[in-house]
């Protein structure tokens, strides 16, 4: 199997863990640390163990956290291009886009379902059903922030990116003015679609605040 950018997170978690072992055998009396900061309970608790064992440790729990959300969000993925019927590319990443915006206050807004089905069936040309994006927007991610949308950073045009944004602005837009959880929301996919502030700024002057 070719060494891709995808294969780099497990490379770094494998360094980070080895650098946690090789530390874990330095006795915590061999460099005097001074751990006043920390609560006596927890000074007790981590007396056996060196800082540098405790930093790896902590980095890998953060490397592995990073590297499970990254699987998870992928298969989530795999399961919306099923739903849908759309191979990779900026039809699809149009119609994710979009289910990802059909929600607010913790369940899916009708109001942005059906204004999300109108601009899919004239945008992609498929006929797809409420069915099909309900269930799409069932497997969207809900925890919204940096990396959500840097899968659709590549194989698109300026043109077909501000498509996906214009898109996804618009079922936000459906039911009132943007939301603080909307302009967050935006951020990430302007983010995520590599948009520069001169995209942006004409098309922010048209938002309702």
Known sequence: MPITRKHLPLFGLGLIAAWTTLAAGVE??????DRGFLPPGTRGLLSEYSMGALLGAMLTLIAVTLIVVRLSRGQRRELRREVLGLSEGPRFA??????????????INEDRLARALQIA????????SEAHLREAALRADRLIG?????????GMTRGERMVV???ALSVLLEDGPLTPGDRAML???SRGLRLRRDDLRDLGRL???
């Open 121 to 128: 069936r004239e945008a992609i040309g498929m006929d797809f």
């Open 28 to 33: 915590a009396d061999d460099l005097e640390v």
């Open 187 to 189: 951020k990430s996919l």
């Open 94 to 107: 149009v119609v994710d886009a979009m289910v990802h915006c059909v929600w607010r206050g913790g369940e």
């Open 207 to 209: 938002i309702p605040q």
């Open 165 to 167: 944004f214009n898109a």
């Open 146 to 154: 940096p990396g959500t949308f840097w899968h659709m950073r590549d």
